[in-house]
Nanobody, 124 residues
Framework: VQLQASGGGLVQPGGSLRLSCAAS????????IGWFRQAPGKEREGVSC????????FYADSVKGRFTISRDNAKNTVYLQMNSLKPEDTAVYYC??????????????????WGQGTLVTVSS
């Protein structure tokens, strides 16, 4: 089971980025995916999650209305579209997966497998 997060980079405040989380070695269809982030000197923070049926989709209050999570099972990939980016969104972003019902952004330990992070820097 491997997850590959990509799409990070340097963007100006107000800009957009789309992160991808590609799975290999397994089919994402039955898995929940969560996005987390960790800024320097801070704890890991839940950003968004989506379950296999797309019935459960959650966002952290800090990103509601700006970020959108989606999944393309045909491409075995989950996306995080990030708009209206702010300097406080600067962090390393991680995706994680679990084969469980529902999803959560509150408990990183709920997830079983983690990908490596991709750095997002929002700065002028």
């Amino acid at each position: 089971v491997q997850l590959q997060a990509s799409g990070g980079g340097l963007v100006q405040p107000g800009g957009s980025l789309r992160l991808s989380c590609a799975a290999s070695g397994f089919t994402l269809d039955y898995y929940t995916i969560g996005w987390f982030r960790q800024a320097p000197g801070k704890e890991r923070e839940g950003v968004s999650c989506i379950d296999s049926s797309e019935r459960y989709i959650f966002y952290a209050d800090s990103v509601k209305g700006r970020f959108t999570i989606s999944r393309d099972n045909a491409k075995n990939t989950v996306y995080l579209q990030m708009n209206s980016l702010k300097p406080e969104d600067t962090a390393v972003y991680y995706c994680a997966t679990a084969i469980k019902r529902g999803c959560t952004v509150r408990t990183p330990t709920w997830y079983d497998y983690w990908g490596q992070g991709t750095l997002v820097t929002v700065s002028s």
